[in-house]
């Protein structure tokens, strides 16, 4: 799998697509990130998120994980064109679930648009890489596709994920098929979540995850 073909397009192909709901749902719950110290951008694509983020928290330390080089020199782009620090910043060059965690454990997890790509084995492998590199107390934000459970929005939702899980098979070879529900995944590694927005009559949904003790 690598993106690396569609990296220095995917900003426009987003525009004329999606416009700003894809971005809405990634910042939905960034607010949630005011006090996170370490955090973890996995599968930081174009770098939206990142330019984001460091406009409300230029001290945090962040480390931006993707399997594409050119999506990650994306990513460092946008963020230096936009005027941001990127001192604090490290860019990782690694695919999941192989990656290593660091020892030092991060405060936050944000997964946009990403979790999608996985066929379910390799899901469930990479939400368990991921937890491992959490703190206990983490906060883990998502935002993704999503399949409203019945109605004339389910059936919409399920053609607009045949024709994007079509397009992506052929242009980056995602193993995916069909989007695998990572809520049983995030839950089985203590996360509990505490809210949820959806939009686009459910396409979208933007989630905020939190670690609890047991």
Same mark, same amino acid.
Request: glycine letters at 6%; one cysteine or more; a positive charge.
């Given at each position: 799998?690598?993106? /690396? !073909? &569609? *990296? ?6 987003? =525009?004329? $697509?999606?416009?700003? #709901?894809?971005? +809405? ?5 960034? /607010? !949630? &990130? *005011? ?6 951008? =996995?599968? $930081?694509?174009?770098? #939206?998120?990142? +330019? ?25 782009? +946008? ?136």
């Amino acid at each position: 799998m690598s993106f /690396d !073909r &569609l *990296a220095a397009h995917y900003g426009w192909m987003e =525009a004329v $697509v999606a416009g700003p #709901r894809l971005q +809405r749902s990634r910042v939905a719950w960034i /607010d !949630r &990130l *005011a006090d996170r110290r370490r955090l973890l951008i =996995a599968g $930081v694509g174009h770098g #939206r998120f990142l +330019r984001a983020f460091l406009a409300r928290r230029p001290s945090a330390r962040v480390t931006c994980l993707d399997a594409s080089r050119g999506m990650l020199h994306e990513a460092r782009e +946008r963020a230096r064109r936009a005027g941001c620090d990127l001192a604090r910043v490290e860019f990782v060059h690694a695919r999941l679930p192989e990656w290593s965690p660091p020892a030092e454990p991060f405060d936050a997890i944000v997964t946009n648009f990403f979790l999608d790509c996985f066929p379910p084995a390799e899901l469930a492998a990479t939400v368990a890489c991921l937890a491992s590199a959490a703190a206990p107390d983490a906060r883990w934000l998502l935002a993704d596709f999503a399949v409203p459970k019945r109605g004339p929005p389910r059936w919409r939702a399920q053609a607009v994920h045949a024709l994007m899980y079509a397009f992506f098979r052929a242009t980056t070879g995602i193993q995916a098929r069909a989007l695998t529900e990572p809520d049983p995944l995030l839950a089985a590694h203590g996360f509990v979540l505490r809210g949820r927005k959806s939009a686009e009559g459910g396409l979208l949904r933007a989630d905020w995850w939190e670690r609890v003790s047991r």
